[in-house]
Structure formats: structure tokens, C-alpha cells
């Protein structure tokens, strides 16, 4: 019995359940407060083709999240040696089975929405498998592409809501720069392991220093983005949260600099994590 909820735990490790719940929730909070803005709430949240899209996404995004720990299983091991031993207790025959399960899953369930959204996710899909098989390992391209499918599930939605005002885009290229950063940052926690792998990060390449110079310089472009938010867009009450912003990228802009141990990095990286949580749920202060 403490076998199978060891195994069941593992899972929820593997798929990363709790980052799954933060998109749909923020796909949710987008849909009502942002794209469907006009509309009932309750309309909305009951709108059976906006549920299957959010579950479509989650199904795309577990499968992803499997994929990407079956090749990273040797670098987990080394940057992250006890995730990676709670991880191993799913064998990587079951991760597969489950990986083609949930994909197949997935594009049934889209294509009762349309062959377009079915086409969709299918580019999604393959496009994780592709990321996490190579593009993941190729200089800049890696991170671009991490920052790209994070946000995919969102397009979902515009698409479904045809909605692309212009306050959305800018959000979203706010959204893509934050994420960026926040992967570039991971890389510098992560770089015994992208090292001794021969993963063409920024920070193996160019070491920590050049990193650095990047991850501030991609900081102040995200500032740059929050000062156009505040100042030429109507933002209503989630202009406290834009204020919070600058500070917490002024406050990690300088420890940046100071910052030397992997200890360091993982702090850095909660900070970015936690900046895009409070902007999620931020949204319904619009």
C-alpha cells in the first residue's frame, strides 16, 4: 500500500501537478477577466469547448513534463539527486506507455473541438518532444523555445476567443521575457549537470559572468514593458501588482550580482516563480 501512494506521489512529481493547476488556472482567469471580459462569468466557466482547450492544454503539458524527465534522467541525478530518486520509482517503460496514452488522450478529446485545435495541439505535442529531445540543448535556442511553450496554452485561448488587442500581446511578450529570464536563471543553478552533460547553455558556454549580463539585460526589457503597462494601458487595479514588479526585478537585478552558489540561483529562480504566481492570480484585478 505505501508502495502504490509512493508511486502515486512520484507521478505527481513527474508531471509537476502543481504547475499544471497554475496554467489552468491562469488560462481560467484569462478567459474571464481579459479575453471573455464582455461575457457571464458563469457563461464562461461553464463553456464546455473553453474546458476541453484547458484540459487539452494540462493533458499536452503532463505528456510534455514526462518527456522531459525521461531525458533528463541523468542530469536530474545530478542537480537534482532527490527529486530524481523519488522520480525513479516510475519505470521508464511506464513513463512511455503513459506518455502515448495521455498524447493520444489529448488529440481525441481536440478533435471534438475542431481540426484546428487538433492540429494545434498535435504542433504542441511534437514541438515539447522536440524541445526536450535536441532544441533543449542547443545555445539560446533551448531557452527561447522553454520560454515559447509555456505560454502556447494561452494562444489556445486567444485563438478561441479571437482576441488579440494589443494590451494582450504586450502582456504576453511581459509574460515571455519574465519566463525567460527565470529559465536563463535556472541554468545557472543547473550548470554542474549541463556541464558534465554537454548541454550548450549560455552559462556553460560563456560562463556565469556573460549570463548574468543577459539575464539583466532581458530584466530590463521586462521593465521597460511594465513602465509601458502602467503608463499607456488601462490596467485597473492590477497597476499594484506592476508596482510590485519593479521592485522585485530591481531586488533581483541586485543579488544577482552577488549571488555565487547554486543556493543562490534556486532563491533567484523562487523569486521569478513566485513574480509570475502573484501575476496570475493578479488578474482579477482588472
Known amino acids: 500500500m505505501k508502495s502504490i501512494i509512493f508511486k502515486f506521489f512520484s507521478l505527481f512529481s513527474v508531471i509537476r501537478l502543481y504547475n499544471i493547476l497554475a496554467i489552468a488556472i491562469a488560462q481560467y482567469l484569462t478567459s474571464i477577466f481579459i479575453l471573455g471580459h464582455k461575457e457571464n462569468i458563469l457563461d464562461v466557466i461553464l463553456d464546455p469547448y473553453l474546458f476541453a482547450i484547458i484540459l487539452c492544454s494540462s493533458i499536452a503539458i503532463a505528456s510534455g513534463y514526462i518527456i522531459n524527465n525521461f531525458y533528463d ?17 516510475i519505470r521508464k517503460r ?3 506507455t503513459l506518455y502515448f496514452s495521455l498524447n493520444s488522450l489529448c488529440i481525441c478529446l481536440s478533435l471534438l473541438i475542431s481540426i ?10 511534437l514541438t515539447l518532444w522536440f524541445y526536450s529531445h535536441k532544441l533543449k540543448k542547443i545555445l539560446i535556442v533551448g531557452n527561447i523555445f522553454s520560454a515559447v511553450l509555456t505560454i502556447a496554452p494561452f494562444f489556445a485561448i486567444f485563438l478561441y476567443y479571437k482576441n488579440f488587442e494589443l494590451i494582450i500581446i504586450i502582456y504576453a511578450f511581459f509574460l515571455f521575457f ?22 550548450k547553455t549560455i552559462a556553460v558556454v560563456y560562463g556565469e559572468k556573460f549570463t548574468k549580463v543577459v539575464i539583466s539585460i532581458i530584466i530590463l526589457i521586462s521593465y521597460i514593458n511594465v513602465i509601458n503597462l502602467m503608463l499607456n494601458f488601462d490596467v485597473g487595479l492590477m497597476f499594484y501588482y506592476y508596482y510590485l514588479c519593479l521592485f522585485i526585478l530591481a531586488y533581483t537585478l541586485f543579488i544577482l550580482w552577488k549571488s555565487r552558489t547554486k543556493r543562490d540561483y534556486l532563491i533567484i529562480h523562487n523569486i521569478m516563480r513566485v513574480l509570475i504566481i502573484l501575476g496570475i492570480f493578479s488578474i482579477v484585478l482588472i
Open 73 to 89: 534522467y541523468e542530469k536530474d541525478i545530478i542537480n537534482r539527486p532527490i527529486r530524481s530518486s523519488i522520480d525513479k520509482t
Open 94 to 96: 511506464t513513463k512511455l
Open 116 to 125: 484546428r485545435a487538433a492540429i494545434f495541439f498535435l504542433v504542441y505535442i
Open 178 to 199: 519574465i519566463i525567460l529570464a527565470k529559465d536563463i536563471i535556472k541554468d545557472l543553478e543547473n550548470l554542474k549537470g549541463d556541464f558534465t552533460l554537454n548541454y
